[in-house]
């Protein structure tokens, strides 16, 4: 495989200006470069085993560790589950598990983390995973009970006020919001961005029972995650419940194909649309959907409509703070909320029944089979890093 012909390939048409912030992010480390080509991982991936007889789920598609985070429902409750479903299709079980494990090793290196640290990870999140299958019942995870740095977000996320939020990412003068826009977290829109947002968001406001909310103040392009940069996206600043600390802010996601149907035997459903998809799944399996969520129309182009998730409502990793034992934990925690994901959509368009995700979790081989996989996966994704790196170092990358 042509790694530096897959990448370019893949990425062609996007828009160059975040695309290069994207090149430029997967430069920085290996974990990065993960994040960044979930289509080459599932070209890379095995096609036999557990790859292959596993259960179908609908599953995420792009599980690894900074892909769970705390948010508000749209009960605005806090939760932390699964927060990102870009890539979520109907696949063996095993390829969810399989990215989530990769991705742990290869943030060992990146994190310093103590030899045994990773495999312990790894194991805590594949035994977590297989008892809350077997166990066959679903939950999420509850603040009074979570531990470490997930309890932390879920405190915080809670006790966080809306202007001490809107502080963080507007300036203001007065009564009078407008973006941050510091080439950092949001790029200016143009006029004509600007506009299609503003024409949408009138129309949409219509159908709402209160207009005035969604009255647009301010529309920025915003940058975050890796995979997804180069697609259109903007944050939206709207009046909410009044200027200036009553306002929201929203964002629309431009939603493009998942990576994994290429690599399925059969796609299906058939969807709508690709935003249609990523909302539909979303609500599926996570535990409780996220505020606004819906699938919207933006340049003739499909878009998710949903509350702005702030990039520091996930778990850094490079930053002191956790210890092995409470990193341990939270492998744990996670294996459990993909079992639980993985089983609320058991029975749905093709997915198994609950009874025969229950029997696999109750099953034994197949892990340790999946455990020394995720080395060679790991191995696999430093070297294709490399010779990115090399790539880019060579200009090839460069607009």
């Given at each position: 495989?042509?790694?530096?012909?897959?990448?370019?390939?893949?990425?062609?048409?996007?828009?160059?200006?975040?695309?290069?912030?994207?090149?430029?992010?997967?430069?920085?480390?290996?974990?990065?470069?993960?994040?960044?080509?979930?289509?080459?991982?599932?070209?890379?991936?095995?096609?036999?085993?557990?790859?292959?007889?596993?259960?179908?789920?609908?599953?995420?598609?792009d599980l690894h560790l900074q892909n769970?985070?705390?948010?508000?429902?749209?009960?605005?409750?806090?939760?932390?589950?699964?927060?990102?479903?870009?890539?979520?299709?109907?696949?063996?079980?095993?390829?969810?598990?399989?990215?989530?494990?990769?991705?742990?090793?290869?943030?060992?290196?990146?994190?310093?983390?103590?030899?045994?640290?990773?495999?312990?990870?790894?194991?805590?999140?594949?035994?977590?995973?297989?008892?809350?299958?077997?166990?066959?019942?679903?939950?999420?995870?509850?603040?009074?009970?979570?531990?470490?740095?997930?309890?932390?977000?879920?405190?915080?996320?809670?006790?966080?006020?809306?202007?001490?939020?809107?502080?963080?990412?507007?300036?203001?003068?007065?009564?009078?919001?407008?973006?941050?826009?510091?080439?950092?977290?949001?790029?200016?829109?143009?006029?004509?961005?600007?506009?299609?947002?503003?024409?949408?968001?009138?129309?949409?406001?219509?159908?709402?029972?209160?207009?005035?909310?969604?009255?647009?103040?301010?529309?920025?392009?915003?940058?975050?995650?890796?995979?997804?940069?180069?697609?259109?996206?903007?944050?939206v600043l709207v009046r909410g419940k009044?200027?200036?600390?009553?306002?929201?802010?929203?964002?629309?996601?431009?939603?493009?194909?998942?990576?994994?149907?290429?690599?399925?035997?059969?796609?299906?459903?058939?969807?709508?649309?690709?935003?249609?998809?990523?909302?539909?799944?979303?609500?599926?399996?996570?535990?409780?959907?996220?505020?606004?969520?819906?699938?919207?129309?933006?340049?003739?182009?499909?878009?998710?409509?949903?509350?702005?998730?702030?990039?520091?409502?996930?778990?850094?990793?490079?930053?002191?703070?956790?210890?092995?034992?409470?990193?341990?934990?939270?492998?744990?925690?996670?294996?459990?909320?993909?079992?639980?994901?993985?089983?609320?959509?058991?029975?749905?368009?093709?997915?198994?029944?609950?009874?025969?995700?229950?029997?696999?979790?109750?099953?034994?081989?197949?892990?340790?089979?999946?455990?020394?996989?995720?080395?060679?996966?790991?191995?696999?994704?430093?070297?294709?890093?490399?010779?990115?790196?090399?790539?880019?170092?060579?200009?090839?990358?460069?607009?």
């Open positions: 495989m042509n790694v530096v012909r897959e990448i370019l390939a893949f990425n062609a048409g996007r828009d160059l200006d975040t695309l290069g912030l994207k090149y430029h992010a997967m430069r920085g480390s290996p974990f990065a470069f993960l994040r960044g080509t979930c289509h080459l991982f599932y070209r890379r991936l095995p096609r036999q085993g557990i790859f292959k007889s596993a259960p179908l789920a609908w599953i995420c598609g769970f985070g705390t948010y508000k429902a749209d009960n605005r409750l806090v939760y932390f589950d699964i927060n990102d479903f870009d890539e979520a299709a109907l696949a063996p079980v095993s390829w969810d598990l399989l990215r989530f494990l990769t991705s742990v090793r290869v943030c060992a290196e990146l994190c310093r983390w103590p030899a045994l640290q990773a495999r312990d990870m790894c194991r805590a999140f594949v035994d977590a995973y297989a008892s809350a299958l077997a166990g066959g019942k679903t939950y999420w995870v509850e603040r009074e009970t979570a531990q470490g740095r997930v309890r932390e977000l879920l405190e915080g996320l809670r006790t966080r006020d809306r202007k001490t939020f809107l502080d963080a990412r507007t300036v203001h003068s007065g009564k009078r919001r407008r973006l941050l826009v510091d080439g950092k977290r949001a790029l200016p829109a143009s006029q004509e961005q600007r506009l299609a947002v503003e024409d949408f968001m009138a129309g949409f406001a219509a159908t709402q029972p209160d207009p005035d909310f969604y009255k647009v103040l301010d529309v920025a392009r915003r940058i975050a995650g890796t995979g997804s940069l180069g697609l259109s996206r903007y944050e009044g200027s200036p600390d009553g306002n929201y802010l929203l964002e629309f996601k431009q939603a493009a194909p998942s990576s994994l149907p290429p690599c399925l035997a059969s796609t299906r459903p058939v969807w709508k649309s690709e935003a249609h998809r990523v909302v539909e799944l979303q609500r599926r399996i996570q535990a409780v959907p996220m505020a606004f969520l819906q699938p919207v129309c933006l340049h003739d182009r499909p878009f998710v409509l949903r509350g702005l998730q702030p990039t520091e409502d996930r778990i850094a990793m490079d930053r002191p703070g956790p210890t092995v034992s409470q990193w341990v934990q939270t492998a744990g925690d996670m294996g459990r909320m993909v079992a639980w994901a993985h089983l609320r959509g058991a029975g749905r368009e093709g997915s198994a029944i609950a009874d025969e995700l229950i029997a696999f979790g109750s099953r034994k081989k197949w892990r340790e089979s999946l455990l020394m996989v995720s080395q060679a996966s790991a191995i696999q994704v430093g070297k294709d890093a490399r010779t990115f790196n090399q790539a880019f170092d060579d200009k090839v990358f460069h607009a």
